[in-house]
Nanobody, 124 residues
Framework: QVQLVESGGGLAQAGGSLRLSCAAS????????MGWFRQAPGKERDFVAL????????EYADSVKGRFTISRDNAKNTVYLQMNSLKPEDTGVYYC?????????????????WGQGTQVTVSS
C-alpha cells in the first residue's frame, strides 16, 4: 500500500519558520515529481511548490517565492518544505502529493497519491 505521510506542521508566529516532511512508503518516487499543496479554510486546494524527480527543477506559487524552499532526498523517499518568514495567510492544511506523470500534471493537482495533510497555523 502506497502512503505519503506528512509531519512537521504546527503553530508558528508570523516571521517564524517550520519544516514539513513527507515520507513515502510502498513504492519509490525517485523518478517522479512531487509537491506540496495547501488548503485554507473555505478555499480550494492550491499548489505551493513542486519539484521534479532529480530536484533540479522547482516551481513555486508567487505567494511563497523567496520564503519557501522545496527539496527532496530520493534515498529516503522523502520531500521537504522549508517555510521561512511565515505569514498568517500561510495558514492551512498542507498536503504532499506525487504524480506518476510530469510536473505539468502535478501542477494541475492531478496527483496519483496524496498525503493526509498536516495543519499549519500562523499567528499574527
Amino acid at each position: 500500500q502506497v502512503q505519503l505521510v506528512e509531519s512537521g506542521g504546527g503553530l508558528a508566529q508570523a516571521g517564524g519558520s517550520l519544516r514539513l516532511s513527507c515520507a513515502a512508503s510502498g513504492r519509490t518516487f525517485s523518478g517522479y515529481p512531487m509537491g506540496w499543496f495547501r488548503q485554507a479554510p473555505g478555499k480550494e486546494r492550491d499548489f505551493v511548490a513542486l519539484i521534479n524527480w532529480s530536484g533540479y527543477s522547482k516551481e513555486y506559487a508567487d505567494s511563497v517565492k523567496g520564503r519557501f524552499t522545496i527539496s527532496r532526498d530520493n534515498a529516503k523517499n522523502t520531500v521537504y518544505l522549508q517555510m521561512n518568514s511565515l505569514k498568517p495567510e500561510d495558514t492551512g492544511v498542507y498536503y504532499c502529493a506525487a504524480s506518476l506523470a510530469n510536473l505539468a500534471t502535478l501542477r494541475r493537482a492531478e496527483a496519483d497519491y496524496w498525503g493526509q495533510g498536516t495543519q499549519v497555523t500562523v499567528s499574527s
